[in-house]
């Protein structure tokens, strides 16, 4: 199966250091969105691309929080400095924009991030 | 702007019990619809879908959904509740690029299911 894949898996670091977390999209898939849950505010769409594109990131703390995809195999999310509440759990999702508009997501096993 | 509601965020069933999550949408244009399942320390993966047609979508591992545009609804049904069932479920809505609302998913809080012997 085709899979969205993240890194780190884990990590943990300190205030005021730099984050930056990865995911390679499935092969052929278009858009690309990066959420993060938490418990107190759930599953929030930080930005999303389209044909590597950035369309909306309206939900991103900007100035700390960068997202690009410098090429259609990876998309990078970049938190610096980083602050004990991004502490959270960071998806990424992939998918391919269809003539329906449906656009199914495929979700990376997410990056657990702590700052401490 | 979309958003969904789920009512419930937690709900507790018997093993071969009926599964009934609530979900309620709100959308200026006609919605999609979805539901996804997490389980413990994995990402979000599709149950089922609802763009255009019929109403009544089933999905994956035994679960249905019902569209009804008169109430705003897309709960998620499955006749009788298993032990691996226990994850916690996203009901999800976005407008789709035909109605220009873009295609980013606005997910709902979560409800975590329980499954008991």
């Known amino acids: 199966d085709a899979r969205v894949t993240q890194t780190p898996r884990h990590k943990v670091t300190e205030m005021g250091q730099e984050v930056t977390m990865r995911c390679q999209p499935i092969?052929?898939?278009?858009?690309v969105f990066w959420y993060r849950q938490t418990m107190m505010q759930g599953l929030e769409l930080l930005a999303y691309?389209?044909?590597?594109?950035?369309?909306?990131d309206s939900g991103m703390p900007k100035d700390r929080f960068s997202a690009e995809m410098p090429d259609a195999t990876l998309a990078t999310l970049k938190i610096q400095p980083s602050e004990p509440r991004d502490s959270a759990v960071y998806f990424c999702?992939?998918?391919?924009?269809?003539?329906?508009?449906?656009?199914?997501?495929?979700f990376g096993a997410g990056s657990r991030l702590t700052v401490l | 702007a979309q958003s969904v509601t789920q009512l419930g965020s937690h709900v507790s069933v018997s093993e071969g019990a009926l599964v009934l999550l609530r979900c309620n949408y709100s959308?200026?244009?006609?919605?999609?619809l979805f539901w996804y399942v997490q389980y413990p320390n994995q990402g979000l993966q599709l149950l089922l879908k609802?763009?255009?047609?019929?109403?009544l979508v089933k999905g994956i591992n035994g679960f249905e959904a019902e569209f009804k545009k008169s109430e705003t609804s897309f709960h998620l049904t499955k006749p009788s509740a298993h032990m691996s069932d226990a994850a916690e479920y996203f009901c999800?809505?976005?407008?789709?690029?035909?109605?220009?609302?873009?295609?980013?998913?606005?997910f709902g809080t979560g409800t975590q299911l329980k499954v008991e012997l």
């Open positions: 999702a992939s998918g391919r924009q269809g003539t329906t508009g449906a656009n199914v997501l495929t």
């Open positions: 092969l052929g898939h278009n858009t």
């Open positions: 691309f389209r044909n590597r594109a950035p369309l909306d």
């Open positions: 959308s200026s244009v006609p919605p999609y």
């Open positions: 609802y763009t255009t047609g019929a109403t």
């Open positions: 999800a809505v976005s407008a789709g690029i035909l109605t220009g609302g873009g295609n980013k998913l606005t």
